[in-house]
Nanobody
Framework: VQLQACGGGSVQAGGSLRLSCAVSGRTSTLYATGWFRQAPGKEREFVASLNWSAGSKYYSDSVKGRFTISRNSAKNVVYLQMNSLKPEETAVYYC?????????????????WGKGTLVTVSS
């Protein structure tokens, strides 16, 4: 499975961005995909996830109500709509995937990673 994220950029605080993650390869094996982010000097952290079969979504408390994860099944693209962005959310955002039957918010639990896309939020 290969993942390719794009859509990062610079935005002012309170603004919006939509990230895209193109998923290819053996997508039939995927259980879920998720978005993670890593700010400078910090550990990579979970942002949101989407179960490919059930369609269930899960968000970190810090983004709940502002970010939305979705998927275009026909195109195998996963999106992350980010609204009301904050300067502290400046980070490299990664999409990731896992097969099997379990999704964990720990980045170590993900099997597949795409290259990140940088999001910069200015105050």
């Amino acid at each position: 499975v290969q993942l390719q994220a794009c859509g990062g950029g610079s935005v002012q605080a309170g603004g919006s961005l939509r990230l895209s993650c193109a998923v290819s390869g053996r997508t039939s094996t995927l259980y879920a995909t998720g978005w993670f982010r890593q700010a400078p000097g910090k550990e990579r952290e979970f942002v949101a996830s989407l179960n490919w079969s059930a369609g269930s979504k899960y968000y970190s408390d810090s983004v709940k109500g502002r970010f939305t994860i979705s998927r275009n099944s026909a195109k195998n693209v996963v999106y992350l709509q980010m609204n009301s962005l904050k300067p502290e959310e400046t980070a490299v955002y990664y999409c990731a995937g896992v097969s099997g039957s379990t999704f964990k918010t720990n980045p170590d639990g993900m099997e597949y990673w795409g290259k990140g896309t940088l999001v910069t939020v200015s105050s």
